[in-house]
């Protein structure tokens, strides 16, 4: 089980390509040997409207905050190997609007504990 | 103090009520013996319009994603009695979709540490 | 890295001024001497248009709940300096709303771990 939440500033609507984004993450993830079994893969962004950044002086300021949560029981490096290349993909995807302007981009991680996760999931039929 | 969030996928919109789920979840912890003070229970819905789900290849996929917050203190006993009756009622007002197409249910459960948690709530006067 | 989520319910919307707390919570992380690094800092608002509170008796209830997300490694009393400032200004941004109505106000704090933390900063520049 893999969300992963992108909360964007809405000044990065136009240039940012979110949904690209969100099918890139989804991407990288499934090509992690398997460690993200497919069908538990669920990403989604939150439009932020109400913001404010800094001390409020630069008015073309924007960022980018992604959470990527995952069920517990996966060893360190394959968390590890899972992160760097999601972020570096971030990182190159966003490459064109860092140059330009100030943008913050950000990553936590985030793993359930085992007690009080729930899931029952028919999207994973589809890779029986 | 109980916080429930419950992210969903916005083509579940017309068949979901989410209204009706987001009662539902207050009662349901309402019912647990005092547990949860009534004033304190507060559930609301994300609707989520940017996702990618899995492979991208299910136009029709669709997720629910409840975060299930609660503040410190109470015994493993009564939190999985309460996360179990939440998530079994879930899974019944999900029931009709679940059968008719590509829906995953899930569920989180996370404990606010003591220090660092504040409140201040005057709709507990109501149920002095 | 200081992240702070604000989630209000849209009966606040009027008289909240969430703008305005927005800029104030800034304010109040920039006033901590520094440990929080003013291009690190970054509020949103969130507008929940769905939502479910106490038992449903309460047509003008209302909440406000805080999420403080900071890296880690900072010591508990600047974290609780931090937090203490940050939720006496909530409580009087919304004094007067709290005086008229029923609103729960809350808020929570959350630490990243180390692993698993990422960022990439172009907001830092200007204060540099």
Do not use: W
Request: charged letters at 25%.
């Amino acid at each position: 089980m893999a969300h992963i939440i992108v909360e964007y500033t809405d000044n990065l609507k136009e240039q940012g390509d979110i949904q690209g984004l969100l099918k890139k993450i989804n991407t990288v993830l499934i090509a992690q040997d398997g460690v993200f079994p497919t069908g538990g893969i669920r990403s989604r962004a939150i439009e932020l409207k109400d913001y404010y950044i800094a001390d409020g002086e630069g008015p073309d300021d924007a960022f980018v905050h992604v959470t990527f949560k995952m069920g517990g029981g996966r060893s360190e490096t394959v968390k590890k190997a899972a992160s760097d290349a999601l972020f570096e993909m971030i990182e190159q995807h966003f490459a064109h609007i860092f140059e330009q302007r100030p943008l913050a981009l950000s990553m936590e991680r985030y793993e359930f504990g085992g007690a009080g996760t729930y899931k029952k999931n028919r999207i994973h039929d589809r890779y029986g």
